[in-house]
């Protein structure tokens, strides 16, 4: 091998190796231009217009510093929609993975028909929200509705009442109605975070003369511990920003049992048209969702060490 040939390789591997990154960088290009124009400038801009008084129907606005904010936490209704989205969220996640949980037990069984049977609970996941909302509407009407006739012949309730139309039930209902639509997703989870549990503990465990309670308690719930955490969090994003249901079920309503901030920040933008106010109200639901990220972040990187 001559010495020329020595002094070329080098070259020629540093040529290979910046044709790469060039080509990597080629590829990621397109996501980073796509990231800025459609996540971080919205994101700077919201921010922007929450200090500011924009206004639907004003070509023009003008910096107001804190006072969109100041507006909104000296509003005593928006303690009332915050609590409501705690409540809406709390209950709607809580009852999804206790829900999804129980039926992932059961399906992680071996039994016959498994597949179909999955498939089969698969189902709310698939009904289209609006679908969901006007067979809701439509079954609990104080008039026609089934389920009011039947709480009605009970004597729950009132002759030509509904439950929609009550302050107190109207909140229930709905979180009813996303957890049965939502279950399917913490279901598939738990079923294949329990088909990854080593049975060899399950079969000590039955030599040691533990029950099946016991087993659940100490082996199968801490077995699932990262995931319910991982789960949890995804579920409370989503659910917190979920805006879908209730508005086509509620409207947000009676009298704002059902508002929540989302809802919140609809009215105020195409209801009073108050593009700055309604801004304000969703940095604070991102901040509290920022908070929720990190949270998974953290968890996750616990998960993978």
Same mark, same amino acid.
């Given at each position: 091998?001559?010495?020329?040939?020595?002094?070329?390789?080098?070259?020629?591997?540093?040529?290979?190796?910046?044709?790469?990154?060039?080509?990597?960088?080629?590829?990621?290009?397109? $996501?980073?231009?796509?990231?800025?124009?459609?996540?971080?400038?919205?994101?700077?801009?919201?921010?922007?217009?929450?200090?500011?008084?924009?206004?639907?129907?004003?070509?023009?606005?003008?910096?107001?510093?804190?006072?969109?904010?100041?507006?909104?936490?000296?509003?005593?209704?928006?303690?009332?929609?915050?609590?409501?989205?705690?409540?809406?969220?709390?209950?709607?996640?809580?009852?999804?993975?206790?829900?999804?949980?129980?039926?992932?037990?059961?399906?992680?069984?071996?039994?016959?028909?498994?597949?179909?049977?999955?498939?089969?609970?698969?189902?709310?996941?698939?009904?289209?929200?609006?679908?969901?909302?006007?067979?809701?509407?439509?079954?609990?009407?104080?008039?026609?509705?089934?389920?009011?006739?039947?709480?009605?012949?009970?004597?729950?309730?009132?002759?030509?009442?509904?439950?929609?139309?009550?302050?107190?039930?109207?909140?229930?209902?709905?979180?009813?109605?996303?957890?049965?639509?939502?279950?399917?997703?913490?279901?598939?989870?738990?079923?294949?975070?329990?088909?990854?549990?080593?049975?060899?503990?399950?079969?000590?465990?039955?030599?040691?003369?533990?029950?099946?309670?016991?087993?659940?308690?100490?082996?199968?719930?801490?077995?699932?511990?990262?995931?319910?955490? $991982?789960?949890?969090?995804?579920?409370?994003?989503?659910?917190?920003?979920?805006?879908?249901?209730?508005?086509?079920?509620?409207?947000?309503?009676?009298?704002?049992?059902?508002?929540?901030?989302?809802?919140?920040?609809?009215?105020?933008?195409?209801?009073?048209?108050?593009?700055?106010?309604?801004?304000?109200?969703?940095?604070?639901?991102?901040?509290?969702?920022?908070?929720?990220?990190?949270?998974?972040?953290?968890?996750?990187?616990?998960?993978?060490?």
């Amino acid at each position: 091998m001559t010495s020329g040939t020595m002094l070329k390789r080098p070259r020629l591997i540093t040529s290979y190796e910046r044709r790469h990154k060039l080509i990597g960088l080629a590829f990621a290009i397109p $996501v980073m231009v796509f990231l800025l124009a459609f996540v971080l400038y919205p994101v700077l801009y919201n921010v922007y217009l929450s200090f500011t008084n924009a206004s639907l129907i004003k070509k023009t606005s003008s910096f107001v510093g804190f006072d969109n904010y100041v507006k909104i936490f000296s509003n005593k209704l928006f303690l009332k929609y915050f609590w409501n989205t705690i409540r809406w969220t709390f209950f709607s996640v809580l009852g999804q993975l206790v829900l999804g949980l129980g039926i992932a037990l059961l399906i992680a069984r071996p039994m016959k028909g498994g597949t179909a049977l999955r498939s089969f609970l698969l189902i709310p996941y698939v009904v289209p929200a609006v679908t969901l909302a006007l067979v809701s509407k439509w079954i609990m009407n104080s008039d026609y509705g089934i389920v009011s006739y039947w709480l009605q012949q009970a004597g729950l309730l009132e002759a030509r009442q509904s439950l929609l139309a009550m302050q107190g039930p109207a909140m229930w209902v709905v979180v009813i109605l996303n957890v049965w639509r939502s279950y399917p997703f913490p279901m598939l989870i738990y079923w294949a975070a329990l088909k990854s549990i080593d049975k060899q503990i399950y079969e000590a465990a039955t030599v040691d003369g533990a029950g099946k309670w016991k087993t659940f308690l100490h082996i199968t719930l801490p077995q699932l511990k990262n995931t319910t955490i $991982v789960l949890a969090v995804l579920r409370i994003i989503w659910t917190a920003t979920y805006y879908d249901l209730i508005f086509m079920v509620t409207g947000g309503g009676p009298s704002g049992s059902t508002t929540h901030l989302p809802i919140l920040i609809y009215q105020a933008s195409f209801g009073s048209y108050q593009i700055g106010y309604a801004a304000a109200i969703s940095m604070i639901l991102g901040v509290l969702m920022f908070g929720c990220i990190i949270f998974y972040v953290a968890k996750s990187g616990l998960t993978e060490d």
